[in-house]
C-alpha cells in the first residue's frame, strides 16, 4: 500500500472538482494513507494517517470521504495523530456507485496554512 507523504501534493477543493498542484519543499510531520482510484461496489476505502514522531512538527490533521453525487460528507475525523503510536484507519464502505473524493487537511507549520490532498475513487 503506498504511504505519501501530506507535503507532496496541494490541492483545492472547488465546486466544479479538483484542481492540483505540487507543493514546494516542506517537512511533512503527519503522513497520509493513499486511497485507491477504483474499487467494487461493497468494498471499502481505507483512510489513515500516521504522526511522523521524529520530525517534532504539527500533529493535527482531519480526514474526509465527500460523496460527489449526494453533495454530503459521508465520513469526516478529526485530532491530534499523535496521539496513537503508529497509523490509525478507518475503513469507509462506499454506499453507491459513482464519484467519492477523500480529502486530507493537515497543517504546515504554525502560522503557515494548512496543506490539503485529495484523492478521487470511482465505485463501479
Known amino acids: 500500500m503506498k504511504r ?26 503527519v503522513l497520509i494513507n493513499y486511497v485507491s482510484p477504483s474499487i467494487h461496489l461493497g468494498q471499502s476505502i481505507q483512510v489513515g494517517v500516521w504522526y511522523q514522531q521524529f520530525s517534532g512538527g504539527p500533529e493535527g490533521y482531519w480526514a474526509g470521504v465527500w460523496s460527489v453525487s449526494a453533495h454530503k460528507w459521508i465520513f469526516t475525523r478529526s485530532g491530534d495523530a499523535s496521539a496513537t503510536p503508529g497509523w490509525t484507519f478507518w475503513n469507509v464502505r462506499l454506499p453507491e456507485r459513482g464519484e467519492y473524493r477523500t480529502v486530507y487537511g493537515t497543517p504546515r507549520h504554525p502560522g503557515s496554512g494548512t496543506i490539503r490532498t485529495v484523492f478521487d475513487t470511482r465505485v463501479s
Open 4 to 29: 505519501l507523504i501530506a507535503a507532496a501534493a496541494l490541492a483545492l477543493v472547488t465546486s466544479a472538482g479538483v484542481l492540483a498542484t505540487t507543493a514546494g519543499p516542506a517537512s511533512a510531520d
